[in-house]
């Protein structure tokens, strides 16, 4: 009953950083890959448990540091896998349109203004 302009077919999920509800599509999904390495699924077909998030650093950040993506991937994160999730994270802010949402980008910090 709200806004009916959403398909009520979408399937959305929620994004475990900013606990907001989106269509899936709109969202990145998490997987534990083999080795125990956290991976982007594009596809969002792998099978297994993932989590979701938006293309937005700000909601990877709030997940490691809740230790949120570790919690619902049932999976302890090491430094390595913590660190390649931020290093994806900065990539998402430059390429911040990969799926088609308006690109956030990020500031120029120049120390001045
Ligand atoms: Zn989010």
């Known amino acids: 009953m709200n806004g009916g302009r959403i398909s009520r077919h ?21 997987v534990v890959a ?6 982007v699924d594009w596809d969002q077909k792998s099978p297994g448990r993932g989590v979701y998030l938006c293309a937005q650093r700000e909601c990877w950040e709030r997940g490691l540091k809740r ?11 090491n430094l390595d896998n913590r660190e390649g999730l ?16 308006q690109a956030r980008r990020a500031p120029i910090q120049s120390g001045l203004e």
Not at 69 to 75: A, D, E, P, S, V
């Open 10 to 30: 979408e399937p959305q999920r929620t994004c475990v950083g900013c606990s907001r509800v989106k269509a899936k599509r709109e969202l990145l999904r998490l």
């Open 34 to 39: 083999q080795g125990g390495r956290i991976a």
């Open 67 to 77: 230790d949120r993506i570790g919690h619902f991937l049932r999976t302890k994160l």
């Open 86 to 101: 931020m290093a994806m994270a900065v990539n998402l802010v430059s390429q911040g349109d990969a799926l088609g949402q």
